[in-house]
């Protein structure tokens, strides 16, 4: 079955079955390898994604839910204006091992899209991707040191 979805602002017709994972199909077909599977039950947040600007949780998200809806990866990021979230995270120097952290920045994206300066109860309550690392603390210092350039 074809189904085509808007990845980072183009189109792609996709030759897979609609229960697809989202996550399978960016990865294997589309080739953005950024997005990381962890759990393969939408726990730990690793192949978080923004679909309509709202975190997703792409493991379990079916390819057929996708269509006509706009979906930014990891590599997307920077063209919807999040260039700043990725700096800090660097400057913050948020990575440990790094595999989740692809993951905790588009969940980070879209906290600050919804939320432009958020709480820190904001970011307790809406953060919910895991981190085997624990870099809890510096995920909170990055997402407030956007939030305080806004």
């Excluded at 953005?32 to 949780?57: E, H, M």
């Excluded at 905790?104 to 809406?126: G, R």
Aim: proline residues 3%; negative net charge; aromatic residues 4%.
């Amino acid at each position: 079955m074809g189904f085509t979805i808007n990845v980072n602002g183009a189109d792609h017709t996709l030759e897979v079955d609609g229960d697809t994972p989202l996550l399978w199909a960016l990865r294997d077909n589309l080739h953005l390898n950024g997005t990381k599977f962890g759990c393969g039950i939408s726990a730990c947040g690793a192949c978080t994604v923004l679909v309509d600007g709202a975190a997703v949780r792409s493991c379990t998200y079916a390819v057929e839910d996708a269509e006509g809806t706009e979906i930014v990866s990891i590599e997307g990021l920077a063209d919807i204006g999040m260039v700043a979230l990725q700096d800090a995270w660097v400057e913050e120097d948020v990575p440990q091992c790094g595999y989740c952290q692809s993951g905790q920045i588009m969940a980070a994206a879209a906290l600050l899209n919804e939320i432009p300066q958020p709480t820190e109860a904001d970011i307790d309550a809406t953060m919910t991707n895991i981190c085997r690392c624990g870099t809890y603390s510096r995920i909170k210092k990055a997402i407030n040191r956007v939030a305080a350039d806004q």
